[in-house]
């Protein structure tokens, strides 16, 4: 058995990361039923924020209106891609959430990491589901404690905590340091130090978590 630790770096009102995400799982499910050994491997997440627009507003904007906001012309073109890209990989975009500042759900994902039985990985599912396929707020404490509840958190320890700044200067100091050590764009993920950047097919994935697993194999 290996252990392929994955850094996430990822931002929440990302809708790449999204799909990033579930091409990686793609790629897992088929690495787990087709690399010898690999149903036995062990997977261990870690999430690390990255802000795109760190003064973006409280409540957060309608996502149509903020895309036209930020892309112009572009705008109706992006929106077609992705809900193109979204249907190969299981997301339906419905671009009804609000896109807001994301520094409450970094926070809330880092009190998720650091709670012991927790599984961050559904809370970050449940975030990008509910802003991209539902039409939650990012911004909004009341939805991010649903999705959090949703994963099976206690609704009230989730609103105690989401109530206080406390994981905020961590999750800043994070962000600022993922830029220092090269990271650029989001997604981007580090399994067993292989990078990857974007959210790139899922036989891209397999082949580097396969590099990762031979590299991890002669190391031990």
């Given at each position: 058995?290996?252990?392929?630790?994955?850094?996430?770096?990822?931002?929440?009102?990302?809708?790449?990361?999204?799909?990033?995400?579930?091409?990686?799982?793609?790629?897992?499910?088929?690495?787990?039923?087709?690399?010898?050994?690999?149903?036995?491997?062990?997977?261990?997440?870690?999430?690390?924020?990255?802000?795109?627009?760190?003064?973006?507003?409280?409540?957060?904007?309608?996502?149509?209106?903020?895309?036209?906001?930020?892309?112009?012309?572009?705008?109706?073109?992006?929106?077609?891609?992705?809900?193109?890209?979204?249907?190969g990989c299981?997301?339906?975009?419905?671009?009804?959430?609000?896109?807001?500042?994301?520094?409450?759900?970094?926070?809330?994902?880092?009190?998720?990491?650091?709670?012991?039985?927790?599984?961050?990985?559904?809370?970050?599912?449940?975030?990008?589901?509910?802003?991209?396929?539902?039409?939650?707020?990012?911004?909004?404490?009341?939805?991010?404690?649903?999705?959090?509840?949703?994963?099976?958190?206690?609704?009230?320890?989730?609103?105690?905590?989401?109530?206080?700044?406390?994981?905020?200067?961590?999750?800043d100091e994070?962000?600022?340091?993922?830029?220092?050590?090269?990271?650029?764009?989001?997604?981007?993920?580090?399994?067993?130090?292989?990078?990857?950047?974007?959210?790139?097919?899922?036989?891209?994935?397999?082949?580097?978590?396969?590099?990762?697993?031979?590299?991890?194999?002669?190391?031990?």
């Amino acid at each position: 058995m290996v252990v392929l630790n994955i850094n996430s770096y990822f931002d929440t009102i990302c809708p790449w990361c999204y799909i990033g995400e579930k091409n990686l799982d793609r790629a897992i499910e088929t690495y787990r039923r087709t690399y010898p050994g690999g149903s036995k491997d062990e997977f261990k997440f870690t999430y690390k924020p990255f802000y795109l627009d760190r003064d973006a507003p409280t409540p957060g904007t309608p996502m149509r209106e903020r895309i036209t906001q930020k892309n112009g012309d572009m705008a109706s073109g992006i929106i077609t891609r992705l809900e193109r890209t979204g249907r190969g990989c299981g997301i339906n975009f419905t671009f009804q959430g609000r896109i807001g500042n994301t520094r409450d759900s970094h926070r809330l994902v880092r009190f998720v990491q650091r709670e012991a039985n927790s599984e961050p990985r559904r809370v970050v599912e449940n975030l990008f589901h509910d802003l991209f396929e539902g039409s939650s707020d990012i911004s909004s404490r009341q939805d991010l404690a649903r999705a959090a509840v949703a994963a099976g958190l206690d609704g009230d320890e989730v609103a105690a905590f989401l109530e206080t700044d406390e994981e905020g200067p961590e999750a800043d100091e994070l962000a600022a340091q993922a830029r220092l050590d090269g990271v650029r764009h989001v997604p981007t993920f580090e399994i067993n130090g292989f990078r990857v950047e974007g959210a790139d097919d899922p036989s891209e994935f397999f082949e580097i978590l396969v590099k990762a697993r031979e590299a991890a194999s002669h190391a031990a």
